[in-house]
């Protein structure tokens, strides 16, 4: 059983930084690929990027292309999201979740999920 948490939401103007990170504990983090999603009020969870768990292999969805880049350090059981030149569509709750699929991207795919941290993106 994996417990995932996330941390670094919060307030930021349009064009600014934010980096999510989430830590993972009771399981071996690097047999996981982690992913992060997002959910916005009113929409469906959508898929924001992955990191396979082996291989250096990442993917992304065409919102973030060029703006996130997903990371993970195995030594800290932590994958993070940097996101840069954020727009207020990036309004939403950020979740991060782990899978036993190599390269996932559907929500199906993955098996554990943190709890969300909450980010808002001013104009």
């Known amino acids: 059983q994996v417990q995932l948490v996330e941390s670094g939401g919060g307030l930021v103007q349009a064009g600014g930084s934010l980096t999510l990170s989430c830590a993972a504990s009771?399981?071996?983090?690097?047999?996981?690929?982690m992913g992060w999603f997002r959910q916005a009020p009113g929409k469906e969870r959508e898929f924001v990027a992955a990191f396979s768990r082996s291989g250096g292999i990442t993917n992304y969805a065409d919102s973030g292309k060029g703006r996130f880049t997903i990371s993970r350090d195995n030594r800290k059981n932590t994958v993070y999201l940097q996101m840069n030149s954020l727009k207020p569509e990036d309004t939403a709750v950020y979740y991060c979740a782990a899978s036993v699929i190599p390269l996932p991207r559907r929500y199906g795919d993955y098996a554990y999920w943190g709890q969300g941290t909450q980010v808002t993106v001013s104009s």
């Open positions: 009771g399981g071996t983090f690097s047999s996981y690929a």
